[in-house]
């Protein structure tokens, strides 16, 4: 099948690099690159939960633990802007 498809610049290099490395042409480089992604096993089946595993160990501060923090970070910034009103 022949398409028309937008490949990046840098992905385009990576490809180019690989075609020159093995010696195969873009087409085939390109064509076994989307093969290979897309027969590859997922490291999470779709469907399956997810465990995000924490990037700080410090305990949630509880003063702010049941707040919804769009609001914080807006009341923050409101916070900010009196401030700045005020000089």
Partial sequence: MRTTVTIDADTELLLKEEARRTGHSFKEV????IRRALLAPRAVPP???HRVAPLFTAPFPA???????NRLADALDDEDTLRELAR
């Fill in 30 to 33: 390109l064509n076994v690159s």
């Fill in 47 to 49: 469907g399956a939960a």
């Fill in 63 to 69: 003063e702010i633990a049941d707040r919804n923090m």
